[in-house]
């Protein structure tokens, strides 16, 4: 289960460049029946007029800014530390695209979601782009597909802004060099500097370790499950999306006339529609834990990728009226908002690369009563992106976990526009348009009534 990804990403100590102790947790928990990967939809005004090559050289540009994205993992051998990033000598953007086109607008998201769990190749970079055709209006919209590994979310929004920049450049790829693999030798050599490195800051990790177990409610209590609920079961290979959109500006209002944030107004819509949900199944619960995940920096660059995110576990009553439902909300926020950042990155990797040693990683999350759900929440940009010079209406972010949760939540305000969407496994969750109906029916209300 991704929980975040916790991690906090370090840069290299050379010119061997490892992926940090997040990365490797995020690797280690991609046992799932569909891959742990994130992706993003982005729909393309006029995008019909634009010529195949038109889009494999902006995707060229785009990996001439993202350097990544020409890299390949590979593992160290024994004793010379975590895997490692190396460019791959055997790199085309050919061979990371393809070409779609579908008979209506409803089938892009199958399209998207399909891609999402299908398991990326680890004999070359971990990224995959379909051009879909076939939309109304003469759009047209290029799924983008990575592994959780190079990218958290704050990271995935950088290399789509990144996207957009070299959209007005175009230039060719195919002018760099592939760097030397480093030797055994220099693994080894790096691995031991960089463990030397860490004594020095043991007391420091410790205070954010103690720290993150409070996060996770687990410093002087023992913890309380979470409730069990027919959307808590093990997943399989598919995902199903809907998106449910409402105006940036109104929500943003209504939080300020409420005293709340939008992730509250978020978090609190998300309680009432799976609440409705579980009460249409005839499930009665007293309360649901929304995982929410928390960056440990405030933004990042395309060249500063890899995982840096922490989880904080909200226990959201639903036997109280909306109203104090939100208000409760918005304290259990606010009240973490004083805490160290993506503190709960180091307790969890310990665990979760542990379980993955012992072979139990997927047992245990298919059975796990930790969460009940996933909510993230990325803050995209106020202006739209262009690809190709055609303005980029919308974007639709997209991320698979594994495990036996079986509805998340992946929020992405864009151009004006808050847009929410839920991703389900259709064998777990068959009702999922009837949620998303609700979810809409929650923000929309608590707009109205704040009139």
Known sequence: MHMGHPGRARPATSDVDRISAGDLTTLVSDRGAAAMNIAAVLV????????????????????????RLRQRLRRAPPGCGRPYWADDPHFTVDRHVGWHHVAEDEDLLDVAADATCRRLPRDRPLWRCIWVTGLDDGRAALVVVVHHVLADGLGGLAMLGALAGSSSVEAGSGGHAPRQVPSAPDLAAEAWRSRAAGVTSLAARARLARSGLQDLGLARTRPRLSPRTSLNRPTGARRRLHVVTVPLTDLVATGHRLGVTVNDLVLAAVADSLSGLLRDRGESVDSLVVSVPYSGRAGTEAGRLGNDTGVVPFRIPLNVDSDTRLQTIARLTRDQRRRPRAASAAPLGVAFRLLARLGVFRWFVDRQRLVNTFVTNVRGPAQPWRFCDRVVSSVVPVAVTPGNVAVTFDVLSYAGTLGVTVVADPDVVPDQARLAGYLHEALSDRMGASD
């Open 44 to 67: 393309v005004d006029h995008g019909a007029e634009l010529e195949p090559a038109r889009v494999t050289r902006v995707l060229a540009a785009w990996t001439d800014a993202v350097p």
